[in-house]
């Protein structure tokens, strides 16, 4: 979760050039280019959004502009953020905004497995587990979004006197990874408790 701020260029003698630079500096150049310049370019249309459709509410200046702190090796004050708890304020105002679609079914206590493809190869839903019923729930859909975060963080870690342990993090444990890459689908066999939604 962006604990700390989400970066964009909002104001001079910031740039998109240079928060361009100072990420690619920041993955050691070896971030995908392609990638990274459309980040740069999107956010600063992505925190307008945030603000103005969805609700959030980031810290400002008196004057009222949108308050910017140095952050994350970045040349420019350009992490826009809401105290320390940006992430939280971000999924809270998000979160608002899919209980109120009734075209967006949640589920809620289910993790995902696996990807669902259709006859063409093509991502058309995925495995979910109900995590209170303990049964298997195959869910469709025209879009599958991949929610890629808590990479960095699969493992908390705790300090003991010269050593330091890594356990996992079952909170964050970027499921999305494993179901991009593994298919935990072909080991269901015929018979086996899973419900289906569409």
């Known amino acids: 979760m962006v604990q700390g701020g989400y ?7 910031d740039s998109i050039d ?30 307008l959004e945030l603000e103005a459709r969805y609700g959030c509410f980031f810290d400002r200046h008196p004057n009222g502009q949108v308050h910017q702190k140095p952050f994350a090796g970045q040349r420019h004050d350009r992490t826009i953020h809401k105290g320390d708890l940006t992430g939280i304020e971000i999924m809270n105002r998000l979160t608002e905004q899919v209980w109120r679609r009734p075209s967006i079914s949640a589920f809620e206590e289910h993790r995902a497995l696996d990807l669902l493809r259709d006859d063409g190869g093509r991502v058309s839903g995925a495995l979910l587990l109900d995590l209170r019923r303990g049964t298997l729930v195959a869910v469709s859909s025209r879009a599958t979004l991949l929610a890629m975060g808590a990479g960095p963080r699969c493992t908390a870690s705790s300090r003991a006197p010269r050593t330091r342990r890594r356990t996992a993090s079952p909170s964050a444990s970027a499921r999305a990874c494993g179901c991009a890459t593994w298919r935990w689908c072909s080991s269901i066999r015929p018979g086996s408790s899973c419900r289906t939604r569409s």
């Open 7 to 13: 970066n964009a260029v909002l104001t001079p003698p």
């Open 18 to 47: 240079a928060h361009f630079l100072d990420t690619l500096e920041g993955g050691a150049w070896i971030n995908d280019q392609e990638l990274a310049w459309t980040l740069v370019n999107e956010a600063p249309g992505r925190v």
